[in-house]
Protein backbone atom coordinates (compact mmCIF):
# COMPACT_ATOMS: atom_id res chain seq x y z
CA UNK A 1 0.00 0.00 0.00
CA UNK A 2 1.28 3.64 -0.79
CA UNK A 3 -0.85 6.29 0.97
CA UNK A 4 -0.24 10.14 -0.90
CA UNK A 5 -0.55 13.58 0.22
CA UNK A 6 -0.33 16.95 -1.94
CA UNK A 7 0.66 20.51 -0.53
CA UNK A 8 1.19 23.79 -2.13
CA UNK A 9 -2.15 24.28 -3.90
CA UNK A 10 -3.56 28.22 -3.87
CA UNK A 11 -4.74 31.35 -5.17
CA UNK A 12 -2.46 32.77 -7.58
CA UNK A 13 -2.53 35.56 -10.12
CA UNK A 14 -2.53 34.76 -14.19
CA UNK A 15 1.67 34.77 -14.59
CA UNK A 16 2.60 33.67 -11.62
CA UNK A 17 3.98 30.36 -10.01
CA UNK A 18 3.34 27.77 -7.80
CA UNK A 19 5.27 24.26 -6.19
CA UNK A 20 2.95 21.57 -5.58
CA UNK A 21 4.58 19.15 -3.33
CA UNK A 22 3.52 15.09 -3.00
CA UNK A 23 4.94 12.78 -0.41
CA UNK A 24 4.26 9.08 -0.26
CA UNK A 25 4.50 6.78 2.88
CA UNK A 26 4.16 3.27 2.73
CA UNK A 27 5.97 1.02 0.59
CA UNK A 28 7.95 3.71 -1.30
CA UNK A 29 10.04 1.28 -2.48
CA UNK A 30 7.60 -0.38 -4.58
CA UNK A 31 6.81 3.01 -6.82
CA UNK A 32 7.93 2.89 -10.52
CA UNK A 33 6.31 6.03 -11.72
CA UNK A 34 4.90 9.25 -9.85
CA UNK A 35 3.05 12.00 -11.98
CA UNK A 36 0.49 14.81 -11.64
CA UNK A 37 -2.86 15.06 -13.34
CA UNK A 38 -5.33 17.40 -13.11
CA UNK A 39 -9.30 17.81 -13.37
CA UNK A 40 -10.85 21.50 -14.30
CA UNK A 41 -14.49 22.04 -13.69
CA UNK A 42 -16.20 20.50 -16.09
CA UNK A 43 -14.03 18.12 -17.38
CA UNK A 44 -12.30 15.04 -17.06
CA UNK A 45 -9.43 14.34 -15.28
CA UNK A 46 -6.19 14.56 -17.80
CA UNK A 47 -2.64 13.99 -17.45
CA UNK A 48 0.03 16.75 -16.44
CA UNK A 49 3.35 14.90 -16.07
CA UNK A 50 5.12 11.93 -15.34
CA UNK A 51 8.31 10.73 -13.90
CA UNK A 52 9.40 7.44 -13.92
CA UNK A 53 12.32 6.09 -10.93
CA UNK A 54 14.95 6.17 -13.98
CA UNK A 55 14.12 9.89 -14.61
CA UNK A 56 11.90 10.00 -17.54
CA UNK A 57 9.99 12.61 -18.04
CA UNK A 58 6.24 13.18 -20.03
CA UNK A 59 4.24 16.03 -20.33
CA UNK A 60 1.06 17.25 -21.03
CA UNK A 61 1.23 19.81 -24.47
CA UNK A 62 -0.54 22.02 -22.33
CA UNK A 63 2.07 22.90 -20.08
CA UNK A 64 5.69 22.37 -21.70
CA UNK A 65 7.81 25.09 -21.44
CA UNK A 66 5.71 26.07 -18.18
CA UNK A 67 6.24 23.26 -15.72
CA UNK A 68 8.60 21.18 -14.34
CA UNK A 69 8.26 17.71 -12.35
CA UNK A 70 10.65 16.42 -10.44
CA UNK A 71 11.02 13.29 -7.52
CA UNK A 72 13.39 12.73 -4.76
CA UNK A 73 13.69 8.88 -4.94
CA UNK A 74 15.01 8.25 -1.23
CA UNK A 75 12.27 10.10 0.24
CA UNK A 76 9.06 8.76 -2.44
CA UNK A 77 8.82 12.69 -2.78
CA UNK A 78 7.58 14.50 -5.95
CA UNK A 79 7.07 18.16 -7.26
CA UNK A 80 5.70 20.32 -9.29
CA UNK A 81 7.01 23.64 -10.26
CA UNK A 82 3.97 25.65 -12.33
CA UNK A 83 5.78 28.86 -13.82
CA UNK A 84 3.62 31.67 -16.32
CA UNK A 85 -0.14 29.85 -14.69
CA UNK A 86 -2.97 30.41 -16.58
CA UNK A 87 -6.49 30.89 -15.83
CA UNK A 88 -6.91 27.29 -17.65
CA UNK A 89 -4.69 25.66 -15.26
CA UNK A 90 -7.20 26.33 -12.61
CA UNK A 91 -8.02 22.79 -11.35
CA UNK A 92 -7.72 20.39 -8.75
CA UNK A 93 -4.45 18.74 -8.79
CA UNK A 94 -3.41 15.16 -7.94
CA UNK A 95 -0.66 12.98 -7.56
CA UNK A 96 -0.75 9.71 -8.41
CA UNK A 97 1.85 6.78 -8.26
CA UNK A 98 2.09 3.32 -9.73
CA UNK A 99 4.12 0.59 -8.25
CA UNK A 100 5.75 -2.44 -9.98
CA UNK A 101 2.53 -4.31 -9.52
CA UNK A 102 0.75 -1.75 -11.87
CA UNK A 103 -1.32 -0.23 -8.83
CA UNK A 104 -2.16 2.89 -8.81
CA UNK A 105 -2.45 4.96 -6.25
CA UNK A 106 -4.23 8.35 -5.96
CA UNK A 107 -3.84 11.65 -3.49
CA UNK A 108 -6.97 13.60 -1.99
CA UNK A 109 -6.01 16.61 -4.55
CA UNK A 110 -5.13 19.95 -3.95
CA UNK A 111 -6.67 23.16 -5.75
CA UNK A 112 -5.17 25.24 -7.72
CA UNK A 113 -6.95 28.77 -8.62
CA UNK A 114 -5.56 30.87 -11.20
CA UNK A 115 -7.29 34.67 -11.31
CA UNK A 116 -7.50 36.63 -14.41
Known amino acids: QVQLVESGGGLVQRGGSLRLSCAAS????????MGWYRQGPGKQRELVAT???????NYADSVKGRFAVSRDNAWGTVYLQMNSLKAEDTAVYYCNAVVITLSSYWGQGTQVTVSS
Open 26 to 33: GRIFSIST
Open 51 to 57: ITRGGNI
